[in-house]
């Protein structure tokens, strides 16, 4: 078991039509913490591209699953068997829906809220006990569809916060990482 090894998931959807969508605010932070590893995703058998390098001064695995958000649970349970990570080191990175545009929210454990992609990953997990960093996309206008709605890319107004947000939300991971949930929410739960 890679007892000091960490891994961080962010989900999303494949392909170039998805990149700006709501649902791949994981893939946007997975970006930023990729930048500050100091390296590329390079493809791993377990359909996901994965990067090997330290975040916080620990080691870490940095994995965007290469399937649709709603059948991600596979490459991450496939990648926490093939590192040896157990699951109180993975940090999975996702969008939320019941948080405001822009905050961000840390967790252990907890529902799906309807959210198919940790639908998916607790039950190839077996398991809901891992770290969440939920980031905030609001709730749909009006009758909007919520499955609509995070399928959509940011409104103008929000792309204008939107990398100062993915940035906070890549700290709050390596928060995590650096410091453990209780002190990472007494920081990032203060605004």
Not at 53 to 82: E, H, I, Q, T, Y
Not at 105 to 111: E, I, Q
Not at 151 to 159: I, V, W
Request: charged share 25%; glycine share 12%.
């Amino acid at each position: 078991m890679s007892a000091d090894l960490w891994l961080v998931a962010g989900l999303g959807n494949p392909g170039p039509s998805y990149a700006k969508n709501r649902h791949n605010a994981g893939f946007m932070v997975l970006g930023v913490l990729a930048e500050r590893a100091g390296g590329r995703f390079r493809s791993h058998r377990a359909r996901a591209d994965v990067l090997e390098g330290r975040l916080a001064g620990a080691r870490a695995v940095l994995a965007k699953p290469r399937s649709f958000m709603n059948v991600s649970g596979g490459p991450v349970k496939a990648l926490c068997d093939f590192y040896k990570v157990p699951v109180e080191r993975l940090i999975v990175v996702h969008d939320e829906l019941d948080i405001p545009f822009g905050a961000v929210r840390l967790k252990r454990g907890g529902g799906d809220n309807g959210h198919n992609g940790l639908r998916s990953v607790t039950k190839a997990l077996g398991t809901r006990d891992y770290l969440r960093v939920r980031f905030g996309v609001g709730r749909p206008p009006g009758r909007m569809d919520a499955a609509a709605f995070v399928l959509k890319d940011f409104s103008a107004a929000e792309r204008k916060d939107l990398d100062l947000e993915v940035d906070r939300a890549a700290d709050a991971a390596e928060a995590l990482i650096a410091d453990g949930l209780d002190a990472a929410q007494n920081v990032f739960h203060a605004g």
